[in-house]
């Protein structure tokens, strides 16, 4: 059985933490990634030999947070430009090796993903767990996992000859909806 993403009904976004001197005056920017696919299977009601593909395009990020305009354009061309170097990676991707399923009550599932995160040019395991809850047709897979920015070969950025700064560690939430494909 195939599952489909349903972006609009689905959250997918990342935290980042500001730290240094000037960094209670910062915010800890929050990041929707907006243009994703992803790609579920797995055996009807046992959930066995399941798979999971995220592709994300890079590109396709928007700041979240209250500022003036201006910054906003400002903190996202620093992401896509400096940080995450779009024009090089336009994609981060995700692939499974390993989905364990814990059924904890009912529909109510626990899972644990072990898999590759393809970034920056650089490909680390990354693990995740993951709450599903089965609602018919549908899933609602929701959770989060972190990781370290210069993992993958990214410097944190710093503004202000470093008296504010991001932290190396981002942490990435997700609340998405999936649709079984007919």
Do not use: W
């Not at 592709?55 to 354009?73: G, S």
């Not at 897979?141 to 932290?167: N, T």
Request: proline share 3%; glycine share 4%.
């Amino acid at each position: 059985m195939d599952f489909a993403i349903d972006k609009a009904a689905s959250r997918f976004s990342v935290q980042a933490f500001a730290t240094g001197l000037l960094s209670s005056f910062g915010h800890n920017p929050r990041i929707e990634i907006r243009d994703y696919t992803a790609e579920i299977q797995c055996v009807p009601e046992t959930f066995e030999k399941a798979l999971l593909r995220v592709t994300v395009q890079t590109v396709a990020m928007e700041v979240l947070d209250e500022m003036k305009k201006e910054d906003r354009q400002k903190l996202e061309r620093e992401m896509y430009d400096n940080v995450l170097e779009v024009s090089r990676f336009p994609t981060a991707a995700y692939e499974s090796r390993e989905i364990r399923v814990q059924k904890l009550s009912g529909e109510l599932l626990r899972v644990q993903v072990s898999g590759d995160l393809s970034f920056h040019g650089v490909v680390q395991s990354q693990p995740l767990q993951a709450n599903v809850t089965v609602l018919g047709t549908k899933l609602r897979i929701s959770g989060d996992f972190s990781l370290r920015q210069s993992d993958y070969g990214i410097k944190p950025v710093s503004f202000a000859a470093g008296a504010l700064r991001l932290k190396d560690e981002l942490k990435f939430t997700f609340d998405l909806v999936a649709q079984r494909k007919d």
